[in-house]
């Protein structure tokens, strides 16, 4: 995407796109969500309007969708776990559209078809790097002993709270 192409698509599809964006942040998602949707989002209409006419976006069929997810995998190179994080962006926009706007006229009849259209295969595209329990303590006991207690509360609250590298920050102090 670039601002030069956003700025030539289907006003209908940005102006949906900025509506469920806007509902996003009424039920409080949070802002990374939110952006993460947008870019997605971005990518997915860049591609409606250089590849698929620019068509309204409950107007895109299964056809069109099994073109896009073909596109994504042979052409633009994309993994399946990217493909499949884009696909849950075109599904939650489409259940915006049937679950919020199912009283206008304009989408009274739309069904969301992009769940019709099998996943690629999961398959790991770089190999994982595990830890023993033995090494993490280790590394635990040394990061206290040279009094490093913040990088030691951050491996510990790894270790220990199941959360992903991009939780750990968001912990706040009444957690404890």
């Not at 971005?42 to 590849?51: A, P």
């Not at 990217?82 to 919020?100: F, T």
Request: proline share 3%.
């Amino acid at each position: 995407t670039s601002p030069e192409l956003l700025s030539k698509l289907n006003r209908g599809n940005m102006r949906l796109k900025e509506d469920f964006l806007s509902y996003l942040r009424s039920v409080q998602r949070s802002p990374k969500t939110i952006a993460g949707y947008s870019n997605d989002l971005d990518i997915v209409l860049t591609w409606n309007y250089l590849y698929n006419n620019d068509k309204d976006f409950i107007k895109i069929s299964k056809r069109d969708w099994a073109a896009f997810q073909n596109w994504l995998i042979h052409e633009n190179g994309n993994s399946p776990a990217r493909v499949r994080r884009l696909k849950s962006a075109i599904s939650s926009l489409s259940n915006y559209i049937s679950n919020i706007l199912d009283d206008e006229e304009e989408f009274r009849d739309f069904r969301p078809v992009i769940r019709k259209i099998e996943s690629p295969a999961m398959q790991q595209v770089r190999k994982k790097t595990v830890w023993t329990d033995e090494a993490l303590d280790e590394l635990l006991d040394n990061l206290s002993k040279s009094k490093q207690h913040e990088k030691a509360c951050m491996l510990a609250l790894a270790m220990c709270s199941g959360r992903r590298k991009s939780e750990l920050c968001r912990f706040r102090v009444d957690d404890f």
